[in-house]
């Protein structure tokens, strides 16, 4: 399944109520095969990423939902950033 | 089927003689419910991603494979940046 399952859990998340809302979803992926042992910088990358967004997003840090996951099995680490935006 | 469809893409291009090799993927999803122009930043948000893992990763220009696609029907653009790293 890998990856997959973030993007089907946030969608049955998704109500009537939120339909309307303007969401930035970043997904930062790392397959290491051979290594079970997670990069050390993905927790780094994850704020510069979020840095490089606020230069172009109006958002606050409250609005900035961070996941680090490893799926040992596959050997991938997966870092997920949801942000909420003010609609525009 | 929203983004899925890029994970899935990908997967079935993984041959055995890809299996071992290190990969980073970046996905940035912009939902925009109720407007159906593409986010002008996108592309210039990901030149500065891309900037940003370099200063983590060994990797080249030619290592770095994006494309930026519009889901016309559910109001959502996707940036997809694939990264093929040399195994360390």
Chains 1, 2 share one sequence.
Do not use: W
């Not at 109500?15 to 303007?22: C, H």
């Not at 992926?29 to 990423?49: C, D």
């Amino acid at each position: 399944m890998g990856i997959l399952s973030f993007f089907t859990k946030n969608k049955t998340k998704v109500g009537s109520a939120q339909t309307a809302k303007e969401r930035l979803q970043i997904i930062v992926a790392h397959e290491h095969p051979g290594s079970t042992v997670t990069p050390a910088y993905l927790p780094e990358l994850q704020n510069e990423i979020i840095e490089v967004v606020k230069k172009y997003l109006t958002i606050s840090d409250r609005d900035v939902k961070c996941e680090l996951t490893d799926k040992v099995d596959s050997n991938m680490s997966v870092l997920e950033v949801n942000i909420a935006m003010p609609k525009s």
